[in-house]
């Protein structure tokens, strides 16, 4: 018979595991990992008051146009061979690899409040473990991310002086403090995961259970 039991810890659990696993997959599709220097519409030189190209990891977005109205997003890497460099080539794979395990651990997690084990084994605890690789996955990736600022793409980004771990002119963007608010996420769900699994098996649910309650809320 399957027993629906919510408490307080693993809804929350659930609840950050999805959200982590979205902020990661928005983070990694998003051109806005890197802002380039300043730009006049003209294109020509430095200007403070002008707008900021960004590049992503694969993906970029641009003003076009004569009067340079118009703002152009897309991918710039038409292969994966086409990325700006190897070490952002790594880092897209350990990224894709922790948010691949991070969504799958999310769309688990929403059958947790009616299925708390596989094959004899805490659903909560292999999930957990897997959010903690997923999280180090992430990790490798963010730490890859800036060897790769010497590149050719990211120097006509960032001017002349660009080279790893040095952005130069450019700042760091949104997506890339996104991404590492993610990894710090899937650590804190793996954290949680224990606490879920606890709540779960606790006497009080024990009790419901043996009373015959198919539908178990705690707080």
Not at 34 to 58: E, K, M, N
Not at 127 to 132: R, T, W, Y
Not at 149 to 175: D, M, Q, T
């Amino acid at each position: 018979m399957c027993h629906v039991i919510v408490t307080c810890r693993s809804m929350l659990w659930t609840l950050l595991s999805i959200v982590v696993a979205f902020a990661e997959l928005i983070a990694y599709m998003s051109p806005d990992w890197l802002l380039g220097f300043p730009r006049s519409d003209s294109g020509a030189g430095v200007d403070p008051g002008g707008y900021r190209p960004s590049l992503g990891l694969y993906s970029r977005c641009l003003r076009v146009g004569s009067q340079g109205v118009v703002v152009s997003c897309g991918p710039y890497a038409g292969t994966f061979g086409e990325v700006a460099s190897g070490f952002w080539q790594a880092a897209m794979l350990f990224l894709a690899a922790g948010t691949l395990v991070l969504g799958g651990v999310a769309c688990i997690s929403v059958f947790s409040m009616c299925f708390q084990s596989i094959m004899k084994k805490s659903i909560f605890n292999i999930c957990g473990l897997l959010q903690a690789i997923g999280g180090l996955l992430l990790m490798v990736g963010l730490m890859l991310y800036p060897a790769g600022w010497g590149s050719e793409k990211v120097i006509g980004y960032c001017g002349p002086e660009a080279s790893p771990f040095r952005p130069a002119l450019c700042s760091l963007g949104w997506a890339f403090y996104t991404a590492i608010g993610g990894t710090l996420g899937s650590f804190l769900c793996a954290v949680l995961s224990a606490q879920a699994e606890v709540a779960t098996s606790s006497d009080k649910v024990q009790e419901e259970i043996e009373e015959g309650k198919s539908l178990i809320c705690l707080l």
